[in-house]
């Protein structure tokens, strides 16, 4: 059935799912109404014989009268034969005319053993089923014989064929309706879908993240789909648009220096070099690296899938940085372990002591806080500067932006940092002069066990 549509699949397997139910029901059905028809009639052949023999024993000259023994019970009409202790005919039914019974073996074995049998047997080309009953050794001439009642099988056969013929029908009829109702009902719960499957092959034609799939007014998983493909569509667009914006920034970002080493080299070429036009040629090109330098870490820091494996002891990582710029103080009165690439966080938090070297003061002292509460690490790095407003911190971290100072950079610092936290599983936010990277942190096992840090930098990450 590969290739089809869902809705003929799904029709198709209603009607086959109803078809096989309605099956087994009317098979277990059958089985027992054939059951219940085979006893009601084992009973009647056995009550009927049960009245002969009483008639044998109370009044044995009856059983000779002819007809006696051919008045039906219930509606179905009986054969009987009456033997003697030898096997001997001593009456039978009027019904059989010339015909015998062909029940000489179960005759005799109720003779034999004083028990009564049932068989199965075949009276010309009619089926029977045949009961054979011993008889008391005192009443007539049939003393110590037996009674053998049959009866056409004919009915009950006739009955289980129309009961099967009507099952049969039934399946197929109810196969047929819920086959209907099936493909009713698909095709009204995958009209919505065939308008998403429109809409989006229009989007997809068009190439247009902004267009939007009709949302169905059920409140269902069709909805829900929608919802979310529209969800998955404006995200594309807002990708998009980020592309764009950070293609357009980089582009004039690009240009300004670009413009300087043309003009610096025009200027060589008319009136030679001089130190400052030298001076000023390496500037660019530093700050062409700078910047060409920031975009391939910030697209690293956003495209890398990967998740980091390494335990980075942030107190270690700000003592290690203090140690490199006295100007540096760092406040960290507890080990705090994240999980995490240790490069990229140390550019983060190098990115954020720049940042407070460039908007602080020129004297003024950087202050890095290490702590860790409620499972999450925090590294603060706080200037002496004014700090940003409110309106200022909301947009610090956005690429290019460098606020109202205006001041030199590539405007992609802290744009790392929020990409590197992100990386990372947390956030990058700032207050005023306070500028935070929120990790979740990773409890130090060494404090479980008594061993040291560098005990267990030497045993491996755990």
């Given at each position: 059935m590969r290739g089809r549509s869902l809705q003929l699949r799904s029709v198709v397997a209603a009607a086959l799912g109803i078809l096989i139910a309605l099956v087994v029901v009317g098979a277990a059905v059958s089985v027992l109404v054939a059951r219940h028809l085979h006893r009601s009639l084992d009973h009647t052949l056995r009550q009927r014989a049960v009245d002969i023999a009483q008639l044998n024993a109370s009044a044995p000259g009856l059983l000779t009268t002819p007809g006696a023994l051919d008045s039906p019970v219930g509606g179905t009409q009986l054969i009987v034969e009456v033997l003697d202790a030898r096997g001997r005919i001593v009456a039978r039914s009027l019904s059989l005319g010339g015909r015998v019974l062909p029940t000489n073996a179960t005759a005799r074995s109720a003779i034999g053993s004083g028990r009564p049998r049932y068989a199965n047997a075949e009276l010309g080309q009619e089926r029977i089923r045949v009961y054979a009953a011993p008889l008391a050794e005192f009443g007539g001439p049939a003393a110590g014989g037996a009674v053998v009642v049959a009866a056409s099988t004919h009915d009950l056969q006739e009955t289980l064929g129309s009961l099967h013929l009507f099952v049969f029908l039934a399946g197929i009829i109810a196969a047929a309706l819920g086959a209907g109702v099936v493909a009713l009902l698909m095709r009204r719960a995958l009209r919505p879908l065939g308008r998403l499957a429109t809409a989006a092959t229009?989007?997809?034609?068009?190439?247009?993240?902004?267009?939007?799939?009709?949302?169905?007014?059920?409140?269902?998983?069709?909805?829900?789909?929608?919802?979310?493909?529209?969800?998955?569509?404006?995200?594309?667009?807002?990708?998009?648009?980020?592309?764009?914006?950070?293609?357009?920034?980089?582009?004039?970002?690009?240009?300004?220096?670009?413009?300087?080493?043309?003009?610096?080299?025009?200027?060589?070429?008319?009136?030679?070099?001089?130190?400052?036009?030298?001076?000023?040629?390496?500037?660019?090109?530093?700050?062409?690296?700078?910047?060409?330098?920031?975009?391939?870490?910030?697209?690293?820091?956003?495209?890398?899938?990967?998740?980091?494996?390494?335990?980075?002891?942030?107190?270690?990582?700000?003592?290690?940085?203090?140690?490199?710029?006295?100007?540096?103080?760092?406040?960290?009165?507890?080990?705090?372990?994240?999980?995490?690439?240790?490069?990229?966080?140390?550019?983060?938090?190098?990115?954020?002591?720049?940042?407070?070297?460039?908007?602080?003061?020129?004297?003024?002292?950087?202050?890095?806080?290490?702590?860790?509460?409620?499972?999450?690490?925090?590294?603060?790095?706080?200037?002496?500067?004014?700090?940003?407003?409110?309106?200022?911190?909301?947009?610090?971290?956005?690429?290019?932006?460098?606020?109202?100072?205006?001041?030199?950079?590539?405007?992609?610092?802290?744009?790392?940092?929020?990409?590197?936290?992100?990386?990372?599983?947390?956030?990058?936010?700032?207050?005023?002069?306070?500028?935070?990277?929120?990790?979740?942190?990773?409890?130090?096992?060494?404090?479980?066990?008594?061993?040291?840090?560098?005990?267990?930098?030497?045993?491996?990450?755990?």
């Open positions: 229009e989007i997809e034609r068009t190439g247009d993240a902004r267009r939007r799939l009709p949302q169905p007014s059920s409140v269902d998983e069709v909805g829900q789909l929608a919802g979310t493909l529209n969800a998955m569509l404006a995200s594309l667009e807002r990708a998009r648009e980020g592309e764009r914006r950070f293609v357009a920034d980089a582009s004039h970002e690009l240009r300004t220096p670009l413009t300087a080493l043309r003009g610096n080299v025009a200027y060589i070429a008319r009136h030679g070099a001089t130190a400052a036009v030298i001076a000023e040629l390496e500037h660019d090109a530093e700050r062409l690296a700078r910047l060409a330098d920031d975009l391939l870490v910030l697209s690293r820091q956003e495209t890398e899938a990967s998740v980091p494996a390494d335990e980075v002891y942030l107190d270690e990582l700000a003592t290690t940085m203090a140690e490199r710029d006295a100007a540096i103080e760092v406040v960290a009165p507890e080990q705090v372990v994240v999980r995490g690439d240790r490069a990229a966080l140390e550019r983060a938090v190098e990115n954020l002591v720049q940042n407070g070297r460039r908007y602080g003061p020129a004297e003024g002292r950087i202050t890095i806080d290490v702590a860790s509460n409620d499972g999450l690490a925090r590294i603060t790095v706080t200037d002496e500067g004014p700090g940003l407003q409110p309106y200022e911190a909301e947009r610090a971290f956005e690429r290019f932006w460098r606020g109202r100072h205006g001041k030199s950079g590539s405007g992609l610092g802290l744009a790392i940092v929020r990409a590197t936290a992100e990386r990372h599983g947390g956030r990058a936010y700032a207050a005023g002069a306070r500028f935070t990277i929120e990790l979740p942190a990773l409890r130090d096992l060494s404090e479980f066990d008594g061993t040291t840090r560098e005990e267990s930098l030497e045993k491996g990450p755990s």
